[in-house]
């Protein structure tokens, strides 16, 4: 098997911890609707995940759910019921230390917003060990499309067979070994530092 030279690590799940359907009744509170309303319009209609690929940024995005339910929200209210859903996972916090000092490059892989990711770096330190961050927004498309993994290795400047990938969706993980990653299935910290110290990396088990 390819050595690893390079890590990418998907964010939600991983490496911070979340709960949509907090985020559904903090919003909703906000909205003055019900949470299964705003479900309605940010899951089941898809305007979430075009939000995700960056089709819309923030104003339209509120514009659009002040269309939506015939009145006017308070943006920074309602930015914050949507951001203030994250805690960090603290057990990966030792890991990314030990792969930082042993050299190896790391590598953010996200499906996510502009207002999810900023919250997270601005009130947490364990994205301060990355060297790139490969945001769905930015480059607009999302796992499991092949061309956001192509960004990502093309990010951590080896072959795709060097990279070590970790997500909590199996479709991600399935999507990422079809680009020639090697790519584990995240379940916790422990699991994948001994996926990671079996595959050959300098960290302990």
Known sequence: MTQIKACLFDMGKVLVHFSHDVMLDQMAA???????????????????????????????????????????????????AAA?????????????????????????????SRIHF??????????????????????????????????????AGVSAEECFFTDDIMENIVAARECGIQAHLFEDAEQIRKVLHGLGLPISE
């Not at 003055?32 to 705003?38: S, V, W």
């Not at 990966?92 to 030990?98: D, V």
């Open 84 to 112: 203030r859903i994250f805690e960090p996972n603290e057990e990966m916090i030792p890991l990314l230390q030990e792969l930082r000092a042993a050299g190896i490059p790391l590598v953010l892989l996200s499906n996510t």
């Open 30 to 80: 906000v909205c003055g609707c019900e949470a299964a309303e705003l479900k309605m319009l940010l899951f089941d209609s898809g305007l979430l995940l075009e939000y995700e690929r960056g089709l819309h940024d923030e104003p339209q995005m509120h514009s659009n759910l002040e269309t939506a339910l015939k009145r006017q929200l308070d943006r920074i209210q309602l930015e914050d």
């Open 118 to 155: 900023e919250y997270i770096r601005n009130n947490f330190s364990l994205l301060e060990h990355f060297d790139h961050f490969i945001l769905s927004y930015e480059v607009q498309t999302l796992k499991p499309d092949p061309e956001i993994y192509a960004h990502a290795v093309q990010a």
